[in-house]
């Protein structure tokens, strides 16, 4: 399933930036930076920001969030983000492994509100603390290129830019998916529908032997072992991408894909 998910991943990486064709006029609910010149949706995030930024709400790209989210949770983030493709590779390179602190998920739910909405309409997007100026993702795919190509007015900004990226990567290398789990705003914005996701991986208790073996595959740290009801809207928790590590891992085959 891992081997699958990567081709997957890799393949859309490059659907969404293969530069043939641009509809920036189209959000697509993955972390992928639209200021790149072969990027080819526009990113929600950045959307988000620029409308904040303005005064104004714009309902069609919290509506395809919703959507998404609503059918899906957070599937697209762990089959179709490329910056979530990025962090599953990275997490493979030799380095040391740690653990982080269950309250720092929250973290990313601060991002969103304060860099992401709150800059924009308290200051500017102009402004050095909005989230696209700091975005490591921008940084990788508009912010390096363009510097390389144009050069820089401003090499103290993208000397942050740079730092902020090196330490996401190096947290990545040590921590799989901390950018996801502790930063990322479009993951907090799924993450709030992913409860009540269409499709998601559920646990079957006649069958779960408690074996531990989900728990320990799952990048999310969800517990997939954790016997969740729908009456207490435990059904999913909001970290799992739907990578369906657990699933392929189940011995018993105490997991399926479609809930209900």
């Not at 509809?23 to 072969?38: A, L």
């Not at 990025?86 to 653990?99: A, C, E, N, R, T």
């Not at 200051?123 to 993702?137: A, N």
């Not at 105490?254 to 809930?259: E, K, P, V």
Request: net charge positive; proline share 7%.
């Amino acid at each position: 399933m891992e081997k699958l998910r990567l081709k997957v991943q890799l393949t859309l990486a490059v659907l969404f930036n293969i530069g043939l064709f641009q509809v920036h006029t189209v959000c697509f609910p993955v972390f992928n930076c639209h200021s790149c010149p072969v990027s080819v949706f526009s990113c929600p995030i950045g959307v988000l920001g620029q409308f904040a930024g303005v005064g104004l709400v714009p309902l069609t790209v919290i509506g395809g969030i919703a959507a998404a989210g609503l059918v899906a949770g957070r599937f697209l983030c762990g089959w179709a983000c490329p910056f979530g493709f990025l962090q599953d590779l990275l997490h493979k390179v030799p380095y040391i492994k740690f653990s982080i602190p269950q309250w720092t998920r929250f973290i990313k739910y601060g991002v969103l509100g304060a860099l992401v909405i709150g800059v924009p309409i308290f200051l500017t997007t102009e402004s050095p603390l909005y989230f696209c100026r700091l975005c490591p993702v921008a940084t990788i795919e508009s912010a390096v290129p363009w510097a390389i190509i144009n050069g820089t007015t401003n090499p103290t900004q993208l000397g942050i830019r740079l730092a902020i990226l090196f330490a996401i990567v190096v947290l990545a290398m040590g921590h799989r998916r901390f950018f996801c789990k502790v930063l990322c705003p479009l993951g907090a914005c799924l993450s709030l529908f992913n409860r009540f996701g269409a499709v998601f991986p559920e646990r079957r208790d006649a069958s779960c032997t408690q074996c531990g073996a989900c728990d320990k595959v799952c990048p999310m740290e969800t517990a997939p072992s954790r016997k969740r009801t729908i009456a207490t809207f435990e059904r999913v928790p909001e970290e799992c991408i739907s990578c369906l590590e657990c699933k392929e891992k189940c011995p018993t085959e105490a997991i399926r894909l479609w809930g209900g």
